[in-house]
Nanobody, 129 residues
Framework: DVQLQASGGGLVQAGGSLRLSCAAS????????IGWYHQAPGKEREGISC????????YYSDSVKGRFTISVDNAKNTVYLQMNKLKPEDTGVYYC??????????????????????WGQGTLVTVSS
């Protein structure tokens, strides 16, 4: 039973940083990719980053490239999203999600069109101006 627990959200001033965590359990971590999604108030959920737990290959959307860094700790079955230079438009709920894949290149090859079947609850990030 796939379980994902996102945490680390909070209130931060523009220009500040936060680190989100996604703790995973119930599945073979190395066979999955983990993605992060952002849902701004009143908007649709947007995929912003993805990482393969087997080889560390990644994807970033243009909206976060250069500011956010995704990483994985396989020993802890945890994926992190380091968010720097936060902007008010980064405000919203952040979700992590998991997908079993046949290729570790899923994120780098399909990141812009990634889709996931297993979701955790979100964690709220508020960036004040």
């Amino acid at each position: 039973d796939v379980q994902l627990q996102a945490s680390g959200g909070g209130l931060v001033q523009a220009g500040g940083s936060l680190r989100l965590s996604c703790a995973a359990s119930g599945f073979t971590f190395e066979s999955y990719v983990i993605g992060w999604y952002h849902q701004a108030p009143g908007k649709e959920r947007e995929g912003i980053s993805c990482i393969s737990s087997s080889d560390g290959s990644t994807y970033y959307s243009d909206s976060v490239k250069g500011r956010f860094t995704i990483s994985v700790d396989n020993a802890k079955n945890t994926v992190y999203l380091q968010m720097n230079k936060l902007k008010p438009e980064d405000t919203g709920v952040y979700y992590c999600a998991a997908r079993r894949v046949l290729t570790s290149a899923y994120c780098s090859s399909f990141g812009a069109h990634m889709s996931f079947g297993d979701w955790g609850q979100g964690t709220l990030v508020t960036v004040s101006s």
